[in-house]
């Protein structure tokens, strides 16, 4: 079993920058793929980003890439989200996912473990 646990949303201006963080504890973190998804209102989940085990290989949706960067420290644990030029359509509940995988995907069936959730909301 993997329990992950999303930390770091908040409330912040349009073109402002805010950090999701995700700690896991459970089962061996560094050798699967993770990745953040977001959903909001009214709306379906959807990828955000990806990273593959080791860090080397990432993936971005095109709404996000340059402006976000994931990144992972597996000596801790830990999945990040750094979100920047935040725009009122980021806002949304961001999930952190595990995918027992070594392969990075971008598909959210792919993905066995789940945080709680943490709300991002974005002022215009």
């Known amino acids: 079993q993997v329990r992950l646990v999303d930390s770091g949303g908040g409330l912040v201006q349009a073109g402002g920058s805010l950090r999701l963080s995700c700690a896991a504890s459970g089962r061996t973190f560094s050798t699967y793929t993770v990745g953040w998804f977001r959903q909001a209102p009214g709306k379906e989940r959807e990828f955000v980003a990806a990273i593959k085990w080791n860090g080397d290989s990432t993936y971005y949706a095109d709404s996000v890439k340059g402006r976000f960067t994931i990144s992972r420290d597996n000596a801790k644990k830990s999945l990040y989200l750094q979100m920047n030029n935040l725009k009122p359509e980021d806002t949304a509940v961001y999930y952190c996912?595990?995918?027992?995988?070594?392969?990075?995907?971008?598909?959210?069936?792919?993905?066995?473990?789940w945080g709680q959730g943490t709300q991002v909301t974005v002022s215009s």
């Open positions: 996912a595990l995918a027992e995988s070594v392969i990075i995907t971008t598909r959210e069936d792919r993905y066995d473990y």
